[in-house]
C-alpha cells in the first residue's frame, strides 16, 4: 500500500480529536453520547482485508459522527470471530472478554461525564453485544447498540442493493459497496467473480463458515459499486436520528453511577 493509502486508513480509524474538541462538543448537547465502532479481524475472502469488518463499523461512525454532536471513539479492532478460525489471519477474543471490555469503556466514559454509548457493530458474531446493552440499561445506564437489522433493511433498500440480508452474510454486496466507496485502494481484483450463496446455515454455529464455503464468501460481491456504499452510509446516518433522540431525551437512563 502507498504511504497516501496509509494515512488515508488511519485517519478512518482513529479520531484526531483533542480533549478541548470534546469539551466543546459536549457543551452544547443536553447528554454527551459517545460512539464505538466494534469491528473484528477475520477473513474476508481473498479480495477484502481482513480489517473490514472494522473498517465498515468506523465508516458508519464516522458517518454519524459528520451528521451529530458526538464522541467519537477509536474501535475494537478484535473480536469474536471464532467461526471464521479455519482461515489464516484470523484472530478472536472471548465473548468474556469483549464484554469486559466494552463495559470498562462504558464505565471510564461516564467518570468523564460522557453518559450514553452506542456501539457501532461491524460483525455479525458479535452476539454478545446485545446482551452488554440489555445488562447496562438494566443497571439504569444509557447505552444502544447499533444499527438493528430493521436498519441495515432499510438502507439496503435505498441504496438499490439487490441481495437480502439472508443471502448477504459475507464479504458480499454491501461490504464490497461499502469498502468500493471508503477504501477502493483496499478491493483486490477477483470480487467480480466471486459469488457464493448458501441460504441454509442452521448449523453454522456448531461448525463454523468452514463447512459453509471454501472461500470464505457467502454473497454476491460482484454485485457491489461505490454508489451502493455511499448510499447506505447516508441512509445508515438517517436511521441514527431516532436512536440519538432516545439517547439525550430527559426520560432516558441518568447514566448510573460515577467514580
Known sequence: MSGSGTRSVTHALVPSDTTEDVRARGAGVSRQVAVLPVGSFEQHGPFLPLATDTLVACAIAREIADVYPVHLLPPVTVSCSHEHAAWPGTVSISSVTLHAVVRDMAASLRRSGVEALVLVNGHGGNYVLGNVVQESSARGETMALFPAAEDWEAAR??????????????????ETSILLHTHPELVRPGYESADFVADDRRQLLTLGMSAYTDSGVIGRPSLGAAEKGKELLASLAESFGAYFKVLTSPSAPAGGERG
Open 157 to 174: 433498500e435505498r441504496a438499490g442493493v439487490r441481495t437480502s440480508l439472508l443471502t448477504d452474510m459475507h464479504a458480499g454486496e454491501i
